[in-house]
């Protein structure tokens, strides 16, 4: 029960970080417009993505624009787009592979070789969780540095945005989840009874049992 019980709470957790590194992946609100300095025109803030860039007016109106090529890109948004696809590609191979080993299914008999698929698919959500945590790092350094770099002009300077402080709760859920599949391993003593069975007795030539039987 105990491990039936740390498989649904890690398999939840692995799914909703999974559903977060997609919604993350999708938001154009990776780096925001920074207000410091001379740039103090609030009435437009850009937002910029993995896939667009957009401009919110102050009426709500908002434009965007997707990036016309990739290899204009700079490295970490390139690295970002490779290493959140293959993450959220990960998260439906380790759903695919818990739920094919999982004690409420059938996939699989033997109990052993489903605990081991259990823990191959917790590896897979923790190695999921690490290839989405290193772009959101290195996008968090990299708008930090430029931030605090006095050569970079006040309107080209950015802030966080929403989708990075996404991205690090779903990584958090599953690299959590992704360890607990991998402790929810029953026990590998055998929790059945072990029951043997006496050979039939055979009658004698008179027909009567040997008497050294009911003792």
């Given at each position: 029960?105990?491990?039936?019980?740390l498989?649904?709470?890690?398999?939840?957790?692995?799914?909703?970080?999974?559903?977060?590194?997609?919604?993350?992946?999708?938001?154009?609100?990776?780096?925001?417009?920074a207000?410091?300095?001379?740039?103090?025109?609030?009435?437009?803030?850009?937002?910029?993505?993995?896939?667009?860039?957009?401009?919110?007016?102050?009426?709500?109106?908002?434009?965007?624009?997707?990036h016309?090529?990739?290899?204009?890109?700079?490295?970490?948004?390139?690295?970002?787009?490779?290493?959140?696809?293959?993450?959220?590609?990960?998260?439906?191979?380790?759903?695919?592979?818990?739920?094919?080993?999982?004690?409420?299914?059938?996939?699989?008999?033997?109990?052993y070789?489903?605990?081991?698929?259990?823990?191959?698919?917790?590896?897979?959500?923790?190695?999921?969780?690490?290839?989405?945590?290193?772009?959101?790092?290195?996008?968090?350094?990299?708008?930090?540095?430029?931030?605090?770099?006095?050569?970079?002009?006040?309107?080209?300077?950015?802030?966080?945005?929403?989708?990075l402080?996404?991205?690090?709760?779903?990584?958090?859920?599953?690299?959590?989840?992704?360890?607990?599949?991998?402790?929810?391993?029953?026990?590998?003593?055998?929790?059945?009874?072990?029951?043997?069975?006496?050979?039939?007795?055979?009658?004698?030539?008179?027909?009567?049992?040997?008497?050294?039987n009911?003792?």
């Amino acid at each position: 029960m105990v491990s039936a019980g740390l498989e649904i709470l890690g398999l939840s957790l692995c799914v909703i970080g999974s559903l977060l590194v997609m919604v993350a992946c999708g938001l154009p609100m990776w780096k925001v417009t920074a207000f410091i300095e001379a740039n103090i025109v609030v009435a437009q803030t850009i937002w910029d993505g993995l896939w667009m860039s957009c401009v919110v007016q102050s009426t709500g109106q908002m434009q965007c624009k997707v990036h016309d090529s990739v290899l204009a890109l700079s490295h970490d948004l390139q690295a970002a787009r490779a290493l959140t696809i293959i993450s959220s590609v990960m998260g439906v191979l380790g759903l695919m592979v818990v739920i094919a080993g999982a004690q409420c299914t059938n996939c699989i008999r033997t109990e052993y070789v489903k605990a081991r698929v259990v823990n191959a698919g917790g590896i897979i959500y923790i190695i999921s969780g690490l290839f989405v945590l290193v772009p959101l790092c290195w996008m968090a350094n990299k708008i930090i540095s430029d931030f605090y770099n006095q050569q970079v002009p006040a309107p080209q300077k950015r802030e966080i945005g929403a989708a990075l402080y996404i991205g690090w709760a779903a990584a958090a859920l599953l690299l959590i989840g992704g360890t607990l599949l991998c402790c929810s391993c029953p026990s590998s003593g055998n929790s059945g009874y072990s029951v043997k069975y006496a050979p039939t007795q055979r009658a004698t030539q008179n027909g009567d049992y040997d008497k050294r039987n009911y003792v």
